[in-house]
């Protein structure tokens, strides 16, 4: 396989740095899967807190979860979009 070089942009700690890294024409993807955590804290004294509070711990997860993606996917979309931009070697994706 030919190899050739190509100008890659890193996200390190926020910023941007340009390396060459070599890499070969035909990739192929591995994928790893990662998390990140939120914490949601209530207002136990709320009546919709308390109703949401009554569910159990699966349900509860479900529907934040649920709800984070649909209020911050398309915020994020743009940035995730920037920072594949000419990515080589690694793509980020939101996992469903």
């Not at 990739?27 to 919709?48: A, I, N």
């Not at 709800?67 to 920037?82: A, R, S, V």
Request: charged share 25%; with cysteine.
């Amino acid at each position: 396989m030919a190899r050739h070089t190509e100008a890659v942009l890193l996200i390190v700690s926020g910023l941007r740095y340009n390396c060459d890294i070599p890499t070969n024409e035909r990739q192929q993807m591995t994928k790893v899967e990662h998390s990140l955590k939120f914490v949601t804290e209530f207002d136990e004294t709320h009546p919709v807190a308390q109703r949401f509070l009554m569910l159990d711990k699966p349900a509860q997860i479900a529907m934040l979860e649920s709800m984070l993606k649909d209020l911050i996917i398309p915020k994020i979309k743009p940035t995730i979009d920037e920072i594949n931009a000419g990515g080589t070697y690694a793509i980020l994706k939101v996992a469903e």
